[in-house]
């Protein structure tokens, strides 16, 4: 049986890497291709990690120690 995943619709990167590391872990092989980002998704990343930044979206590094002592 094969099952073909498109990895590049995966647009969360950790559930990406989630997928990856769960495929490994069950020993189910596979083969991975990605097609390279063109420039303009790379200046579209940019520009809405920019705007993620200026909303405040973000966390620093005072609030990760904070969440940090809680675990």
């Given at each position: 049986m094969e099952l073909i995943i498109d990895f590049?619709?995966?647009?969360d990167p950790v559930?990406?890497?989630?997928?990856l590391h769960t495929?490994?872990?069950m020993?189910?092989?596979?083969?991975?291709?990605e097609k390279s980002q063109t420039l303009a998704q790379?200046?579209?990343d940019l520009a809405a990690g920019d705007a993620e930044i200026e909303?405040?979206?973000?966390?620093?590094?005072?609030?990760?120690?904070?969440e940090a002592r809680k675990w």
């Open positions: 590049d619709n995966i647009k559930k990406k890497e989630w997928l495929l490994k872990l020993g189910i092989k596979f083969e991975a291709t790379y200046n579209d909303r405040g979206e973000f966390t620093n590094a005072e609030d990760l120690k904070i």
